[in-house]
């Protein structure tokens, strides 16, 4: 597994901190979308392993970051960039659409 499961605690460490770009995927195990979104997301942290960090964080288990962010639907991917939110992306999507929205962090 290529994605980073991170918390309320984790988050400093793994996303602000982080030497490169974190997409962090907010999620919650009862959102079909989510769920639809999972395999997505694991191919393309495999994919691009070297160039983004790919995070995923439950919304229901840590409410503190889900809402210091205000993620009112799931799936959101945040694009964090030197431990600023600089990017959002809402829905499901294909892995093509995904990488094409993203392309300017995978440099």
Known sequence: MKTVNVTDETFTEEVYNSDKPVLVDFWAKWCRPCLMMAPVLEEFAEEY????????????????????????????????VEGK???????????????????????
């Not at 392993?49 to 799936?75: F, G, H, Q, T």
């Not at 995904?98 to 962090?105: A, D, I, N, P, W």
């Open 49 to 80: 392993a070297d160039k983004i960090k790919v995070a995923k964080l439950d919304v229901d288990e840590n409410p503190v970051i889900a809402s210091k962010y205000r993620i009112m639907s799931i799936p959101t991917m945040g694009v964090f």
């Open 85 to 107: 939110m600089v990017d959002k992306v809402i829905g499901f999507m294909p892995k093509e659409h995904l990488v094409e929205k993203l392309l300017k962090y995978l440099k």
